[in-house]
């Protein structure tokens, strides 16, 4: 069964950082662009980074570009979103999803875990 | 930016009817939009991709049509379980930056 499962999340206070986690299993993730999105408490989804399925390649939303980092460690099977500077308006459930596998890529995201939340107060 | 602009912001209907949701691009995206299904309490689930493309396991009633700037997605006879949040995401072209519409709720008349 294809999942992928999101860790990391908590309380942290303003300006603090923390370090998301998702990790894959029962396909082969070494292939895959993985991204994060998250949700905010009664609000939609946004988009937050995504990686190459090998990390060369990094992508962010303006909103996070220079606070946020997104890595991999393919040997784990893992993503990671390191998240520095934290303010309230990054409180939200974070999401890691896999990339539909079609050509070119980077287009939808098909596989979804189940979120971390992460509060900032 | 591409903004999507979904519509209504709220449809009430009952089981068995049809529903028609509306997602407007602010400029020509082709045929490069996603919908996605979200249940309270869950994680966002894809239903459509390249406009009209079922995704694995999705079932027939979920359909999407449109290009350019103005798609729909038509739920044909609605299941106590299609009643969510529907949100449609699209990709800009390079770096690509994601964007999703503000989202539909379809609720139980």
């Known amino acids: 069964q294809e999942q992928l499962v999101e860790s990391g999340g908590g309380v942290v206070q303003p300006g603090r950082s923390l370090r998301l986690s998702c990790a894959a299993s029962?396909?082969?993730?070494?292939?895959?662009?993985i991204h994060w999105v998250r949700q905010a408490p009664g609000k939609g989804l946004e988009w937050v980074a995504a990686t190459s399925y090998d990390g060369s390649n990094t992508y962010y939303a303006g909103s996070v570009k220079g606070r946020f980092t997104i890595s991999r460690d393919n040997s784990r099977n893992t993503v990671y979103l390191q998240m520095n500077s934290l303010t309230a308006e990054d409180t939200a459930i974070y999401y890691c999803?896999?990339?539909?596998?079609?050509?070119?890529?980077?287009?939808?995201?098909?596989?979804w875990g189940k979120g971390t939340t992460v509060t900032v107060s | 930016e591409i903004e999507l602009t979904q519509s209504p912001a709220t449809l009430s209907l009952s089981p068995g009817e049809r529903a028609t949701l509306s997602c407007r691009a602010s400029q020509s995206i082709r045929t490069y939009l996603a919908w996605y299904q979200q249940r309270p309490g869950q994680a966002p689930r894809l239903l459509i991709y390249?406009?009209?493309n079922r995704a694995t396991g999705i079932p027939a009633r979920f359909s999407g049509s449109g290009s350019g700037t103005d798609f729909t997605l038509t739920i044909s006879s609605l299941e106590p379980e299609d009643f969510a949040v529907y949100y449609c995401q699209q990709r800009s072209t390079w770096p690509p930056e994601f964007t999703f519409g503000q989202g539909t709720k379809l609720e139980i008349k």
């Open positions: 999803a896999r990339d539909l596998r079609i050509s070119p890529g980077y287009r939808y995201m098909d596989v």
């Open positions: 029962g396909f082969n993730f070494n292939n895959d662009v």
């Open positions: 390249h406009a009209s």
